[in-house]
């Protein structure tokens, strides 16, 4: 390499860098705004009603404001350690989520195709929803949840990682579905009905791939 290309050389793999870190942390911004909105909405509780009902999603948000002020009366502070530590966290999670899969060969593609796919087919997911959906309006996502643990899947999951993993598959989620009179976070028959099969089979609920 000559001297002349080192600064362009460089510049892109500082570009790249940055590119990488901005798109790990659009990532990791969406998984704690889900994963916290997620915390407060379980904080209602079911067995009540009115005003009452949702004192415990207000406490929880009270809870995130003042943490939150805490956070920003830190920062404030220019307390070097707190500020130079928060980023390097905050960039080393973003960094490591926009990570390369390694490529396996040999022994180590065996495993994974054992171990199933990260990323199934998006197809056979919609084939399952709509098994699961039968002739009602949709399937809430606890119910999905509840089919992938009870055929070994989906091990130490909840609603919010099953919800990213469908996102991932462009399957959108709708954050109310009402099945059975009962309004909860759910794939809608609309929304499958726009994601056709390509080969046109429904798929049995007895048999589930590795969503």
């Not at 055929?151 to 469908?166: I, P, S, Y």
Request: charged share 25%; net charge positive; aromatic share 4%.
């Amino acid at each position: 390499m000559t001297l002349s290309r080192l600064p362009r050389t460089a510049a892109r793999r500082t570009l790249r860098s940055a590119d990488r870190l901005a798109r790990g942390s659009t990532l990791l911004a969406r998984r704690l705004g889900a994963r916290l909105a997620d915390w407060v909405a379980r904080g209602r509780r079911r067995d009540l009603t009115g005003w009452r009902a949702a004192l415990g999603p207000l406490v929880r948000l009270t809870a995130l404001a003042g943490l939150g002020w805490v956070a920003w009366r830190l920062v404030q502070a220019r307390v070097w350690w707190i500020n130079w530590g928060l980023a390097g966290l905050w960039a080393g999670i973003a960094w490591h989520l926009t990570r390369a899969p390694k490529k396996q060969s040999g022994e180590g593609k065996e495993e994974a195709v054992e171990e199933g796919r990260a990323l199934p087919d998006r197809d056979d997911v919609v084939a399952l929803l709509r098994a699961l959906a039968g002739d009602r309006p949709g399937v809430h996502l606890s119910t999905l949840l509840a089919h992938l643990q009870q055929h070994g899947q989906a091990g130490g999951w909840k609603v919010t990682d099953l919800r990213l993993r469908l996102e991932a598959l462009h399957i959108p989620v709708a954050p109310k579905l009402k099945v059975d009179g009962v309004p909860k976070r759910g794939v809608s028959r609309a929304a499958l009905d726009a994601l056709p099969l390509l080969d046109g089979q429904e798929e049995s609920p007895d048999a589930s791939p590795a969503v």
